[in-house]
Each structure stands twice: as C-alpha cells, then as structure tokens.
C-alpha cells in the first residue's frame, strides 16, 4: 500500500471502531424525559445558548416560555425575533444587575414577582421548553428561597425541559439538574475595547 | 442601624463601587468592528449558541448566512426554524461524522465544496453574520487547508461578523479570534441513558 492508501486504511479502521462505541453508547441512551439544564460560568454563550434551544423548539412546534430575571432592557434582538411567536411567551422581568439598581430590597421584590411568572410555567404542562434567563443570580444573592426555587423545579411536569442560565449556579442546582455545561471565557473583545454589538451580544 | 439596615448600605455601597469599575469599563469598550468568535470545548451549547446569535441577528433586520459542515440531518428544529426566512441562507453541508463516513477522501471532497459555499459569504459584505457550525473538525483533521482557511478568514468583510463553532479549535484559529469561549461539560443528560432530545439536542 502506498502511504496515503495506508493513511485511508487506517482511517477506516480507526473510524469503525470509533461507530461501534458511539452506536454502543446511543442504543443505551434510549429514555426520554424533560430535562433541566444549567449553563453557567463566565464566558458567553449561556443566554445565547438557550435562545438557540428556543428556535429549535419552535422549529418543531412545540411551545416555549422565556422569563429573563435581570435584564431590563427590551429592545433585544432575541426579544424581537422570538417574542413575535404566539407559541413563545416572553417576559422581561428584570430591573437590570444589582450594581445598577443598588437597592437590595427593591431588588427581591422584583425577584419574587419574576418568580410568580416562572412558577405559573413550572406548572404548567401546555409549555414544552421554560427558560428562566439568569436566573442563578437570584439564588447566589439570596433573593429568592433557595428551597422553594429547587423544589418547584423538582416538581415540574415530567416532559418539561426547563434551562437556566448565568455565573456561579449554586451546587444545588447543578446536583439536581440532568445536563450541566460550563461556558469560560478564553478570550473576549470586550477586553480589548470593543463594545457589546448587536445581532451578537443582545 | 439594624442588622437588615445595615445590609442594605452596605449593599449599596459595594454597588455603586462595582456600577463606576463597570461603568468605566463601558467607556473604554467604545469601538465597533465585525466580531471572529470561536465557540469551542466539549460541551453542550456550542452551535446552540451560534444559532441563538442568528435568533438575535435576525431580530435585529440582519442578514444571515448559516454553514452546517458535519450534520447531514435535514430535520433539525434549528434548519426549519431559522431556514424558512428570507434574511436566513441556511446550507447543510456535511455527510455526517467521520465516524460515520468512515471515508476520508470522501470527507475531503465534501469538505472542500462546503468550503466554496462559505468562502462566497466570506466576501460577500451583505451577510452581517456568518455561522460555520462544525468547521473546527475540518481543520483539527487537516480536511481543510489550513492557511486558506486562517487567510479567508483574516480577509472577511470588516463589519462582519463571523461564528466558528466545534470541539478541538486548532491555537491558529483561537488566536485570530476576537471572542472565544469554551463550553464544558460538568454534566450530561446523555451519559446518564437519556437519549438526544427533540428542541434541546436537534
């Protein structure tokens, strides 16, 4: 064999083998259930990350529900382009981060009547897909009860995926949920003076 | 003061200390420029996210063009949701995994036509973002020249901005980034038997 037919060989090889482990791995994967999802860590890509499990969702007809906790802002991309579906309930229920508003207890007041919102979905078999949009920050400031929070969500309907996003998820949260994903920043245009650009960043 | 007194001045007064640290770094992120952004690492959300950037791009009346270079499903929620707007040019360009294929003069064939799709987005200024989902393989398997790749990319349009999502970016691609985040994995649905999920996995 000539070296690049070798190289082919071995490549087939290396690649049937690779099949049989991956094919092993999905026969046993075969149940199905709602899931909860946590994306934390510093980097970005978390919110965004649950706005593209958004347009997958309403791809395939099902129905979302979004409630964002911190932010304030609606003049958002994401709040645009998905908000317009009847089949996707937006809300925006926040009054920006702490360091904006500088009012602690103004700031759990919001939070609990977020959490009202979130709760009636939680509840609520008819939603295929909750995302609860920054969401950690409101358990690691200790805005809302932890307990009450961690079980509303161990008590959601059993084919709901629910995701919940931002920074430092608490331990709790990560052992309860199914999938965890860390995002970390290796490197950021904001760092290097760029701002915060549209279509990208909101 | 009272104890909760005491907690809230306190409160404010570490968040008006962090709102000036934020607010000046605001100040000095104040140039604009088309954004090279690499999603990588082995969790989940990497082309979630990227897909949640065509959401908020599309929101915004920017034009999109999408390049799928692995996936050979076309039944995905993202393809049927993101695909059917006219702002959105959405190609599926890949034969499945390597593992699949298990034929790399085939995979490099595939590799290079998908190539000629991007490369045309890649200079074209009209599409405000570009995502090439997966792209990260075709260099970390040398399906791709590397060069050819590095150089299309340094000469995209300047206000463009441009997503490259996949495991394993080679340093070359991560150094040429802007932005570039890694997605971890703390925790997988998958691993404990419950298979890919319709809205969140496709």
Redesign the interface.
Known sequence: MSGEQK??HY??IR??R??AQ?DA??A??????G?L?V?T?N??????????????????G?KVGVCQFIKSRTD???????GAYDNCDWHVLGDGF????????GDIATSERGWEVASQMLSDPSY??VVLDELTYLLSYDYLDKDLVLNTLSEKPEMQ?VVVTGRNAISEL?DL??????????????K?????????D?
């Open positions: 190289r082919e490549h087939k690649m049937e690779k099949k991956i791995a999905i046993r994967a075969d149940s199905e259930k899931l999802l994306i860590g980097g970005k890509g978390k919110s965004t990350s649950a706005f593209g499990m958004v347009g997958r969702a309403l791809g395939h099902m958002t991309g994401e709040e645009a382009f998905f702490t360091w904006d508003t500088q009012d602690r207890s295929d897909l995926h990560k949920a199914d999938t965890v994903s860390e995002v970390q920043d290796v490197k950021h245009a904001y290097s003076g760029i701002k915060a650009q549209k279509g990208i909101y």
